[in-house]
Nanobody, 127 residues
Framework: EVNLVESGGGEVQAGGSLTLSCAAS????????IGWFRQAPGKQRAGVAA????????KFADSVKGRATLSQVKVNNTLYLQMSSLKPEDTGMYYC????????????????????WGRGTQVTVSS
């Protein structure tokens, strides 16, 4: 059974940094795509970043390009999303999601592609 647990959210001032963690079990990063999504109050959930093939594929939303990086620690099956130069518009509930991608080179980026979801971690960026 795939299980995802996010952590690392909190309140930070604009310009600050945060590292979000996604602890995964029941899957392998080499065959699963992992996506980060966020949902701001009153808005639809939107993709932030995605990775697959054990980190060989990655993609970032235009809104976070240059401010976000992904890294993974295989020994504890945890994916990290590091975000810097945070803006108030980065505020939202951040979710980690997983989908089986096999050995292909197509990275899933739509939330409808992901059947497994964590409960989320809240990020609030104050101005």
């Amino acid at each position: 059974e795939v299980n995802l647990v996010e952590s690392g959210g909190g309140e930070v001032q604009a310009g600050g940094s945060l590292t979000l963690s996604c602890a995964a079990s029941g899957l392998s990063f080499s065959t699963y795509c992992i996506g980060w999504f966020r949902q701001a109050p009153g808005k639809q959930r939107a993709g932030v970043a995605a990775t697959g093939r054990g980190g060989l594929m990655s993609k970032f939303a235009d809104s976070v390009k240059g401010r976000a990086t992904l890294s993974q620690v295989k020994v504890n099956n945890t994916l990290y999303l590091q975000m810097s130069s945070l803006k108030p518009e980065d505020t939202g509930m951040y979710y980690c999601a997983a989908a089986y991608c096999g050995g292909g080179w197509t990275l899933k980026t739509a939330d409808s592609d992901y059947p497994h979801w964590g409960r989320g971690t809240q990020v609030t960026v104050s101005s």
